[in-house]
């Protein structure tokens, strides 16, 4: 079995195949028949987990094993301590409250690469930047979630899923691992 954490750069979509030509998995993966565990959007960026076992695969995306997901999220605007209380208890996506998350501040952006399509910046509204924790993983489930706290995604980065960190893997990057263990 083949067990690969990749750093998914922005602007790359989560497949090895386009009809439209975009970056894909294949520009940056020699390895075959591995698949990705999950998504992050192509404007998103950050840790992927890709293999070819399938009960693995199975694992980590069936929200029956709740399976946590760290990201780090940089907000428009300086969250409110209620703001971080509704994302704490859940949000309604979609007619359905999210499970409750894990939401702290973060002082900066952590040290990390910029981006090659630079954040939007306006001098009259200051941003921020959170680390959410989550056990689902909705269509756009934490930008729907900042957004329904009155704090505007402006970058998204994956650093965690259940005990896989990001790590120093850089843009681009991959490197295998062992078989990872599992909560659940």
């Not at 259940?162 to 843009?171: A, C, H, I, R």
Request: proline share 9%.
């Amino acid at each position: 079995m083949k067990y690969l954490l990749f750093n998914k750069p922005y602007g790359v979509l989560c497949q090895f195949t386009d009809q439209e030509g975009r970056p894909t998995l294949k520009d940056f993966i020699p390895v075959p028949n591995v698949y990705a565990v999950g998504r992050l959007d192509f404007d998103s960026e950050g840790l992927l987990l890709l293999t070819d076992d399938g009960a693995l695969n199975h694992r980590l995306a069936d929200p029956k094993y709740k399976q946590q997901k760290t990201y780090w999220v940089q907000v428009e605007g300086l969250p409110t301590e209620a703001a971080l209380e509704k994302l704490r208890g859940g949000v309604l996506i979609q007619g359905k409250r999210t499970l409750p998350a894990q939401v702290r501040m973060l002082p900066d952006d952590q040290g990390l690469w910029p981006r090659p399509k630079p954040i939007r910046f306006r001098k009259s509204i200051p941003t921020s930047w959170l680390e959410i924790k989550i056990q689902e993983g909705r269509n756009h489930q934490v930008k729907k979630m900042t957004a329904a706290a009155g704090l505007p995604c402006l970058r998204l980065v994956r650093v965690g899923i259940g005990p896989l960190k990001l790590g120093n893997l850089q843009p681009g990057e991959y490197a295998f691992i062992k078989r990872p263990l599992l909560n659940g």
